[in-house]
Each structure stands twice: as C-alpha cells, then as structure tokens.
C-alpha cells in the first residue's frame, strides 16, 4: 500500500489560509482534510469529527500527555490541536491528507513528519497583508501593528517549509497547490519507495 | 532579473520523449524548446536554428574542444549535442527551457547544471517498452533484445533525476510535467533566491 502525503498549508495570520483551504476542498475532494481537536464547546451545527473533535479539557490534557496531539496551542482558554492517530491513519491508507495550521504548529508537525510538504502562504506583499488584517473589522492600532510584527517574524520561519505560494489570487494560488501535489506525487524518492520489491531489488541491482 | 528553469526530459529509448515533448509544445507555449547541434545534412525544410544548429564536423569538434557543448554523442557518423550558449542565454534572460535528451546525456547536463530539473519519462512497464521497441517496425530479435538491455540499464540510471513521470496516458504525462515546473517556480529555495535585495536582508535579519 502506497503512503499518501502528508501536507501542511501554513502562513502569517490574516493571508488566507482558510479561505484557499474552503477553495481546495471543491478542487480536491480527493484530498482529506484534518479535523482539529478542541476543548471549545460546539457551535450550533457543528458535528463532533466533522467540523472538531470536541474534547473535555481533561480529555484534551491526557491526549498531550501521551504524545496523542501532533501540536496544539492555547487561545482564550481553550484548547485546539491536531490529533495524530487520524493524520497517521489517513496517510497509511494511501490518501493524501491536508493541514491548515499557524505557522508555529506547523514546525512542531515537521518534527514528527519531516518527510511532510510544507507550504507557506505568502501574502502578495506586507502592505496587502496589512490591509486585510485592517479591514477584519475594529481592531486598535496597537493591535494592528502587534500583529504585523507577528506576521513579519513568521515570514522568517519560510526557511523551514518546502515551497512558498503567494496568495495573490486564490484560484491561481489554489492551482500552484495542486501542482505541488502532483508534482510530490512524481518525486523520484516517493516513486522509488512505492514500488514493489521485486523491482526495486532488480533497481538497485544496476547501482 | 529571475532565472529560468532548465528542464531536462528524459528517459529510455522508445518511452514516448518525443511525442510527450511535441504535446508539450502545444501546452506550454511559454517553454523554450532547446535546439541541438548537428553536423548531418539539413533535410528538406529543416531551418537552420530552429530544427537544429547545422555544424560541419570541424566546427563541432570546436565546439566540443572549447567546452561549447553541454552534452554530444555520435550516432551514425554524424554528432549530435546541446550548446551551452542557447541554454545559458534562455535561462539568464528569466525564460525556462526544456531539453529533450537521451538519459546518459542528461547525467553530462547534470554535471555543468545541478540545479535543473531532471524528469525520467518511465514507461507503464517494461512489456509496454517493448511492444513499442518492436512495434517501431522491423528490428530483428537481436536488435530487439539488446535496446530492451539497454532500456533497462538506463531505467536503473532513475536514481540521478529529481522526478519520475510514467507515460501510462500522454494527456497525463504532460499535465505531470507542467505540474512539476509550477511546483519547481514555487521551491522555497528558488523564492527566496527571487525576493529582492532589501526583502532578503529583512529576511535574514530574522534569522
């Protein structure tokens, strides 16, 4: 059974990220999309291992206590994290799964699954991304400009992904993601990997 | 100004590199197609510098001795290579380019450019490359034996090139093809080579 890819769509707060996600769903129904963990109580409509999973605080706690959540944060007193076991199932069943996740959680899965695809969202420039994070509504300045210095020292951590797509259209920027996928799904080291032994002992028998 | 990407296709003979590169051709009409050297005759309608650079064999072996030729070989007393000017020019100018070779020329191009991007055209399966090899017309069983040696000699060579595309449906071949050269424009590498000067410092800075 070929391993399906593990892909981690991240970048500054405010760049789009769940939009070129909602966008990739229609485009990729074939690619599952990771359901995160939350100890916030269920909106109306929302369905337990659809929208989250809906976990107790003492629920959530155990399951980073057991190495269970591939990263979790902290906001407003509430809990949200990635859980492993459904990342890890999705993958060895041979489909491709995506995570939409902070800059920050997205490290901590790299440390888990260095062999992920990493995509950094990109906003077309600082001055878009600022307009964007001006136009959510009422924010202060101070609010503003700390959260422009967040963006800023985010950007830094690109070095750590494997591509970087600039959000300057979605539709365009949804295709460039595609493409990584496909083109992943080409790479000489997977492809190697995925085929079956006989081959690959006849393979390295040339070497 | 950005760099182009040099695009090497390659893979065994009788896999289809011709017919996946002339569909190409008609994809992606922002490639540039490299153009080989030759000394055998212009046949008729054949256009210097745009079907081939005709060469007399002294002016080959010029070539060749000033390191002009990113890769040559000699079929039927007659050469045939890449110069290495065409490909430079294209590349230095922000444009990419394809060059549709033979797999042991595609392992000299790697030595004087590490950073293309080397795809290997596999076929479905070997009985599928033989069924080409033999329905090319009339090769005697000794002929027919030794391309598939051969063929499967240069398949072990897969191990030197960043992708492998099997040619199972052309349509598909190619649609992986221009996958893989988006995905390639979006390596973080390539990215951040591309930013600005000033963007760079800012980046580094965050280091």
Excluded: W
């Excluded at 890819?5 to 769903?25: A, E």
């Excluded at 909106?43 to 706690?61: L, V």
């Excluded at 155990?62 to 492993?84: F, S």
């Amino acid at each position: 059974m070929n391993k399906g890819l593990l892909i981690v769509l991240s970048g500054p707060s405010g760049v789009g990220k769940g939009t070129v996600c909602s966008v990739l769903r229609h485009k990729m129904p074939e690619l599952v999309y990771s359901v995160s963990a939350t100890t916030r109580q269920p909106r109306q409509g929302e369905t337990d291992g659809i929208n989250y999973f809906f976990k107790s605080r003492d629920q959530f706690q155990e399951l980073i206590a057991r190495g269970a959540m591939l990263e979790y944060a902290e906001y407003v007193d509430n809990y949200y994290g990635t859980p492993r076991d459904f990342v890890e199932q999705t993958i060895n069943s041979g489909k491709d799964i995506i995570l939409e996740i902070e800059v920050q959680g997205a490290l901590k899965v790299k440390e888990t699954f260095p062999q992920g695809v990493f995509i950094f969202l990109m906003p077309p420039s600082l001055d878009v991304l600022k307009q964007r994070i001006v136009g959510r509504g009422t924010e202060s300045q101070d609010v503003i400009d700390s959260r422009m210095s967040v963006a800023a020292e985010e950007i830094g951590l690109i070095r750590y992904y494997d591509y970087a797509v600039v959000n300057d259209e979605i539709e365009a920027a949804c295709h460039r993601i595609q493409s990584i996928v496909t083109a992943e799904h080409c790479r000489k080291e997977r492809f190697l990997a995925n085929l079956p032994e006989a081959v690959k002992t006849a393979a390295s028998e040339k070497a």
